[in-house]
C-alpha cells in the first residue's frame, strides 16, 4: 500500500482475478486510487503489489458471501477516511460450474423477497409463452393492443419451488419453437 495521496478511490470487488483484477487494472492505468476487496487475501496484496506503484492501493481482504461482510466493508472504507464516487462491484454470487450440477441451495434467493433461480426459471418458460403469442399476432398481422402481464402475480402463483429445474427446462425447451414457424 502507498502513502497516500488522495481521499477518492474507485472500490473494485473480486479484485483479485478474473474481470476483477483486469477492471483494476484499467482503474489503475487511468490514475485511479483503488480499494480492492476480495476474499483470498494473499492474492489481493499480490494484485495490490502491481499497483501500488502509480496509485494508493488499500485491500480489504473480505468473504462478501458471509453475513455482515458488507458492513465490515463498509466500516473500514470509513477507518480510511476515503470516499468511494466509483464501485465497481465484480465479486460473484452464488457456485460456479455446469447450472444442471450445481447446488442450488447455494442458488437461492440472495435477498429476501428476491426471485430463486426457479423462480427464474418458471419466468422464462412464461415469457415464453407470451411472446409466442405475441409472435403469433404479429405473423397473422392482427393489431389488436396486447395486454401486458404482472410478472410478480405469474411467479408468485407459478408454485416454481416445488416443481425441480429438469421439469422447468423441459418446458422452456418445449415453449420456443413454435415462434421460428411462425414467421
Request: proline letters at 2%; a negative charge.
Amino acid at each position: 500500500m502507498s502513502a497516500e495521496r488522495s481521499s477518492t478511490f474507485t472500490l473494485i470487488t473480486g479484485a483479485n482475478s478474473g474481470i476483477g483484477l483486469e477492471l483494476a487494472r484499467q482503474a489503475a492505468a487511468d490514475g485511479r486510487d483503488l480499494i480492492l476487496v476480495a476474499r483470498n487475501a494473499t492474492t489481493l496484496e499480490t494484485a495490490a503489489g502491481e499497483f501500488s506503484q502509480r496509485v494508493t492501493v488499500h485491500t480489504i481482504a473480505e468473504d462478501l458471501s458471509e453475513p455482515g461482510a458488507a458492513e465490515r466493508v463498509y466500516d473500514r472504507v470509513q477507518a480510511l477516511g476515503a470516499e468511494v464516487d466509483c464501485l465497481i462491484n465484480d465479486a460473484g454470487f452464488g457456485d460456479h460450474g455446469s447450472f444442471a450440477t450445481v447446488d442450488l441451495a447455494k442458488q437461492e434467493r440472495y435477498e429476501p423477497g428476491k426471485w430463486t433461480v426457479k423462480d427464474i426459471l418458471q419466468h422464462l418458460a412464461d415469457s415464453s409463452r407470451i411472446m409466442s403469442y405475441q409472435a403469433l399476432m404479429l405473423a397473422r398481422k392482427d393489431k389488436s393492443v396486447l395486454q401486458g402481464f404482472d410478472q410478480e402475480l405469474h411467479v408468485k402463483n407459478a408454485s416454481a419451488a416445488g416443481r425441480t429445474v429438469d421439469e422447468t427446462i423441459e418446458e422452456i425447451k418445449s415453449c420456443p419453437g413454435v415462434d421460428r414457424l411462425l414467421i
